[in-house]
């Protein structure tokens, strides 16, 4: 909290300089456990959902985000933000362990479905991993929809929490279904003109 609170004033600034602005905040948890679940568009993202929220989201980031030789900058967003690393390559089980300890312990746990940044305006395939982890601990999800026009807007449009269904099953059977779900969500926050591509994410957390 210490971080967050140093950190969020900064940052605060520096978003005015790129047309930061959200709506929905009223839809926010302000306690308790929450997986958020948003598209990704840029580098400002998971320290632009923090300002959002205003309480602290772990995100899973890149390990090399990490390594100030690549970006000083994101390495400084990653560190205040409470960012932990993974290997996109080889997940491995440790980033599942984290992300289920720190939602059981009742923090605020960001993940961006698309994998990566896409600048544009489409919705990129989904994978299953925000699925498992909600189907999982039967969390609250909140959906979150960004957008940006560079130099004129940054949009933070916050949907409402909601669980997903406690479908039984294995979870290659389990998780597409559950990943639809939470993909359609946040399409709802998006504006209608952008493109949704088609959904063929097939990785499920073992």
Same mark, same amino acid.
């Given at each position: 909290?210490?971080?967050? %609170?140093?950190? %969020?004033?900064?940052?605060?600034?520096? !978003?005015?300089?790129?047309?930061?602005?959200?709506?929905?905040?009223?839809?926010? @948890? &302000?306690? +308790?456990?929450?997986?958020?679940?948003?598209?990704?568009?840029? &580098?400002?993202?998971?320290? !632009?959902?923090?300002?959002?929220?205003?309480?602290?989201?772990?995100?899973?980031?890149?390990?090399? !985000?990490?390594? =100030? &030789?690549?970006?000083?900058?994101?390495?400084?967003?990653? &560190?205040?933000?409470? !960012?932990? @690393?993974?290997?996109?390559?080889?997940? +491995? @089980?440790?980033?599942?362990?984290?992300?289920?300890?720190?939602?059981?312990?009742?923090?605020?746990?960001?993940?961006?479905?698309?994998?990566?940044?896409? #600048?544009?305006?489409?919705?990129?395939?989904?994978?299953?991993?925000?699925?498992?982890?909600?189907?999982?601990?039967?969390?609250?999800? $909140?959906?979150?929809?960004?957008?940006?026009?560079?130099?004129?807007?940054?949009?933070?449009?916050?949907?409402?929490?909601?669980?997903?269904?406690?479908?039984?099953?294995?979870?290659?059977?389990?998780? =597409?279904?559950?990943?639809?779900?939470?993909? #359609?969500?946040?399409?709802?926050? $998006?504006?209608?003109?952008?493109?949704?591509?088609?959904?063929?994410?097939?990785?499920?957390?073992?």
């Amino acid at each position: 909290m210490i971080r967050f %609170w140093i950190g %969020w004033p900064i940052f605060r600034v520096v !978003a005015l300089f790129y047309h930061f602005r959200c709506t929905g905040y009223e839809n926010v @948890p &302000r306690k +308790g456990p929450l997986l958020v679940v948003a598209n990704h568009n840029s &580098r400002k993202d998971p320290v !632009a959902i923090n300002l959002a929220l205003k309480r602290p989201v772990r995100f899973m980031a890149k390990k090399e !985000a990490f390594d =100030p &030789r690549n970006s000083l900058f994101e390495c400084l967003m990653v &560190r205040i933000f409470f !960012a932990y @690393p993974v290997d996109r390559e080889k997940p +491995g @089980p440790e980033a599942i362990r984290r992300t289920m300890e720190y939602l059981e312990r009742g923090d605020c746990v960001g993940i961006f479905p698309e994998g990566t940044r896409h #600048d544009d305006t489409k919705l990129h395939p989904f994978t299953h991993g925000a699925a498992y982890f909600a189907w999982k601990t039967g969390v609250p999800v $909140l959906p979150i929809g960004i957008t940006e026009e560079k130099g004129k807007d940054y949009h933070i449009n916050i949907g409402k929490p909601f669980q997903v269904p406690r479908l039984e099953g294995r979870p290659h059977k389990v998780l =597409p279904e559950l990943t639809r779900l939470i993909r #359609d969500k946040v399409r709802e926050l $998006l504006p209608p003109d952008w493109e949704i591509l088609e959904d063929d994410a097939d990785q499920v957390p073992q």
